[in-house]
């Protein structure tokens, strides 16, 4: 059997090419009325306020952290373990990323190290739901409230998911991002929730000129804002959401009880959460397997697999050239976890002989490579 299952795979149907017609023919094709229909639909489906969208995720971030006056000078606690963008945007602020450590099991930020690094120059902490496991919601916000601190949920990967039997983005300010592999897409876009009207308002101004109203420039703004066109696929993709998540937690479910080779550990949820399983990140025990064999492995029998992620962000080139060693890091587990990890194919649209597939591949990988 030749066989080439993708990593990920967007869920698109008839329902949102027909959404996007309906807009193309509309003539209004950049911000309007479906960016705010969405909006609403999006706060109301989170639990917050207020929703604003954007252009990505990555710009959410960036407009949450200036909502809330991060500067030069300023300290911003975030996990080492991550895509880029999260850290990354503390520094568009000219303000310094602290990175904490991970927890090994959930790959998530660990809060008593994030605890431990907080200094007098600490503002907020960017808490990452990463591969779709909400962080230690409990302990971040307890943290957050004794130091007076921001708390920012970056929920790039963690549409839907849970803690407490409340969704993510719900807790903090929310930053979420719509790119193509997400859990929903809009081709490329973003989302900050928040229940204050405050950050909200500032936000709104910031992706868009700094216009209060028209042609009156208030502050510097910039050109931050998500098309009809992409809000309306948005909406479509919001009301599949949950029927897309639970087809994720059932593959994750088959993965779990039918892969079985020695020294590959599988992911779980921990605590009160819902898993939204972004990725699904299996770990290579050191000494047993070798993560590199198995990722080449997979290649040659068409099993699409990532790395996410192949190094911390603090040993990335840029963050080196910054000043970020090892040593004035200390973050050991996310280095170790880093060499270990990968993510296998757990997409909704997986069909069943494919799943069967990717777990006989897996289970029939010869041990000595
Ligand atoms: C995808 C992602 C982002 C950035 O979102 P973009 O829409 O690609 O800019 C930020 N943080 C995390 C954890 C992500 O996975």
Not at 220 to 238: S, V
């Amino acid at each position: 059997m030749k066989t080439t299952i993708p990593l990920a795979r967007p869920s698109i149907a008839t329902e949102e090419l027909e959404a996007v017609e309906e807009v193309m023919r509309s003539g209004n094709l950049a911000q309007g009325r479906e960016v705010a229909h969405f909006e609403r639909l999006f706060a109301d489906y989170i639990g917050a306020k207020s929703a604003v969208a954007v252009c990505n995720g990555t710009v959410a971030l960036d407009l949450a952290l200036k909502a809330i006056d991060i500067k030069p000078g300023d300290e911003v606690l975030t996990t080492s373990f991550s895509f880029i963008s999260t850290a990354n945007s503390i520094l568009f602020q000219g303000a310094k990323p602290v990175f904490a450590d991970i927890d090994r099991r959930s790959f998530n930020i660990d809060p008593n190290d994030a605890a431990a690094k907080i200094s007098r120059k600490t503002k907020a902490i960017i808490g990452v739901h990463l591969f779709g496991h909400p962080f230690d919601l409990t302990t971040m916000r307890e943290i957050c409230h004794d130091n007076d601190l921001f708390l920012i949920e970056d929920c790039a990967q963690a549409h839907g998911a849970e803690y407490d039997k409340k969704k993510v983005g719900s807790f903090g300010f929310g930053c979420f991002s719509f790119y193509a592999t997400k859990n929903m897409t809009t081709g490329e876009g973003g989302m900050i929730t928040t229940e204050l009207a405050r950050v909200a308002d500032v936000c709104r101004l910031l992706r868009d000129h700094g216009q209060s109203s028209r042609y009156v420039h208030t502050i510097l703004g910039y050109n931050y804002r998500m098309t009809d066109l992409e809000a309306a696929i948005g909406r479509i993709q919001l009301e599949k959401i949950d029927e897309l998540n639970k087809k994720r937690a059932e593959n994750a479910r088959y993965f779990n009880t039918h892969i079985n080779l020695h020294g590959l550990s599988l992911p779980h949820a921990y605590g009160p959460v819902t898993h939204v399983y972004h990725q699904y990140v299996v770990t290579t025990e050191e000494d047993v397997l070798d993560r590199d064999m198995l990722v080449k492995y997979l290649n040659e029998k068409g099993v699409g697999c990532g790395i996410h992620y192949p190094s911390p962000i603090f040993r990335q080139p840029l963050y080196r050239r910054l000043g970020f060693s090892d040593e004035t890091v200390n973050c050991p587990a996310a280095i170790d976890v880093a060499d270990r990890v990968l993510s296998l194919p757990i997409y909704p649209t997986l069909t069943n002989e494919e799943l069967q597939y990717i777990v006989r591949t897996i289970n029939d990988f010869p041990a000595s490579g």
